[in-house]
């Protein structure tokens, strides 16, 4: 029951912001202009979606804690990992909100998202310290600090970074905590499983006006929101005995990681700045396809990360992490088989081992005897 109503909370509370938020942020100048290259909408939209969905979670989640004491004692026996990850979660909020007002440059916006996660990390010390790996746990010792950062930068970024379409961030997010919250029901983890239910409301909720044809934008502030939350619920989510079961999360975010991964290697090999935005995501290859409309690339992707979330979820049920790695593989062979994403990044991969493998080989002089010189006779 108390499910049911932190996610009806958090819907309606979505609903309303996010109405209130599309009407007035143009008035204050918190709109997306198009620019004809990669900003193709036809007018100005708001963007600053991720405040609705943040007020809506933390509101929400505020309620479930007054109603059920199982699960207010659930957050009390990790009330600092959790107050710090709503701090966090406002942080980043802020700094993408600054963002998208004024565009902030790339180590700028890297720095905003250091400061909330070191308050994770640091202040919280919502820390990956062992990690639960076919069975067996993995003590991480000194490299639990840079693990855990970069769990988390991965995560703000990837989903950063597919935030370019109708819709498809609060899908895929929405699928994701889905899936956070079932692994939360079977690791006994009611804290994780209250927020992320609050997160696919506010989701739900926002998507009514975020669907092709989006009239609103999550912007930075909410696509880096929800990266950040989904993180940390990950890894409080699959707590077991201590130990964190990140193989199940780490599939669950297989379509953001993937894009990040290709953006790496398309930018690293054609000689970009890691910063240099282009055309070339997940979401852009898929709408450039003969035919394809933004709600059925949307469908098939939202597919795709329902079929990662559930070899996740049965990972977690059965005790196997193979399930989940297997499921995670299927989607990146489906998304190259049929050559929905992936064929430009294989192109330049294949065009530098060619030219690795076909470098003339430069061979030293072998002297004549001429050449050498006479050797003092005895």
């Known amino acids: 029951m108390t499910i049911l109503i932190t996610f009806s909370i958090a819907l309606i509370l979505s609903l309303m912001a996010t109405w209130l938020i599309r009407r007035y942020s143009p008035r204050i100048g918190l709109v997306d202009p198009p620019d004809g290259v990669r900003k ?5 939209i708001p963007v600053g979606g991720g405040l609705a969905v943040l007020f809506a ?26 107050m710090a990850l709503g701090i966090a979660g406002a942080i980043i909020a802020i700094v ?24 994770l990390v640091i202040f919280g010390n919502l820390q990956i310290v062992d990690v639960a790996v076919f069975g067996t746990n993995v003590h991480l010792g000194w490299a639990a600090i840079p693990v855990t950062y970069f769990w988390f930068l991965a995560a703000v970024n990837s989903l950063n970074l597919l935030d370019g379409m109708d819709g498809l961030l609060g899908t895929v997010g929405g699928i994701i905590c889905g899936a956070l919250a079932c692994i939360g029901i079977l690791t006994g983890q009611p804290a994780a499983v209250i927020v992320a239910v609050a997160l696919v409301g506010a989701l739900v909720g926002f998507l009514r006006f975020n669907l092709p044809p989006a009239s609103i934008y999550l912007g ?50 054609s000689g970009r700045g890691m910063s240099q935005a282009d055309r070339e995501h997940l979401h852009h ?53 049929f050559g929905w ?19 003339p080989k430069v061979e030293t002089p072998v002297k004549t005897s001429e050449e050498l010189p006479a050797q003092a006779t005895p």
């Open 57 to 82: 979670m933390i509101f929400s989640v505020s309620v479930a804690l007054s109603l059920d004491s199982r699960v207010a004692l659930a957050f009390a026996e990790r009330l600092p990992q959790w």
């Open 341 to 359: 994403f992936g064929g430009a990044e294989l192109k330049l991969i294949r065009s530098r081992f060619a030219k690795l493998i076909s470098r």
């Open 285 to 337: 290859v898929l709408l450039r396809r003969s035919g394809w409309t933004v709600r059925y690339a949307l469908f098939v992707v939202s597919g795709l990360g329902g079929i990662a979330a559930l070899g996740a979820t049965l990972a977690v049920y059965f005790r196997h992490d193979s399930i989940a790695i297997v499921t995670s593989l299927g989607v990146v062979v489906v998304l190259l088989a």
């Open 40 to 44: 193709l909408q036809r007018v100005p």
């Open 96 to 119: 993408g909100l600054i963002d998208d007002c004024m565009t902030l440059l790339p180590l700028q916006k890297l720095l905003g998202q250091l400061v909330a996660i070191t308050v």
């Open 220 to 269: 930075d502030s909410g696509s880096m929101l929800i990266g950040l939350m989904i993180g940390g619920i990950a890894i409080q989510a699959s707590m077991k005995s201590h130990a964190a079961a990140l193989l199940a999360p780490t599939a669950l975010l297989v379509l953001p990681f993937l894009d990040t991964f290709a953006a790496i290697v398309r930018r690293k090999l």
